[in-house]
């Protein structure tokens, strides 16, 4: 009997990705990046992969901090109010 993995047997087990259709200028500009920064293709692309990421996962906690301020202040919030409860909300 064999029993199909789970999401929390296999969490710790490297993903891989696989991306057709990169045309050969982009290949070439990212390759070209990777040697730049004395690194495989590979660990070049999972840094940026990483970057990018964490980068999206700001951006959506930067948008619940501006809703959240909002509702707070009950309507629009400017700019400085905004930018301090963001200050606050990372010193946590």
């Known amino acids: 009997m064999q029993i199909a993995p ?3 047997s ?3 087990v490297p993903k891989t990705l ?3 259709d990169v045309p050969d200028d982009v ?3 990212l390759a070209r990046s990777a040697v730049a920064d004395g690194l495989s293709l590979t660990r ?3 840094r940026e992969l990483e970057l990018l990421a ?3 996962q700001r951006v959506r906690a930067n948008g619940l901090v501006i ?6 202040v009950r309507g629009r919030a400017d ?4 930018l301090s409860v963001l200050d606050e909300g990372r010193r946590r």
């Open 6 to 8: 789970t999401r929390a």
């Open 10 to 12: 296999i969490a710790g």
């Open 18 to 20: 696989q991306i057709r």
């Open 27 to 29: 290949h070439d500009a």
């Open 44 to 46: 070049y692309l999972q």
């Open 54 to 56: 964490r980068r999206a």
């Open 67 to 72: 809703r959240d301020t909002q509702a707070r």
């Open 79 to 82: 700019r400085d109010t905004i």
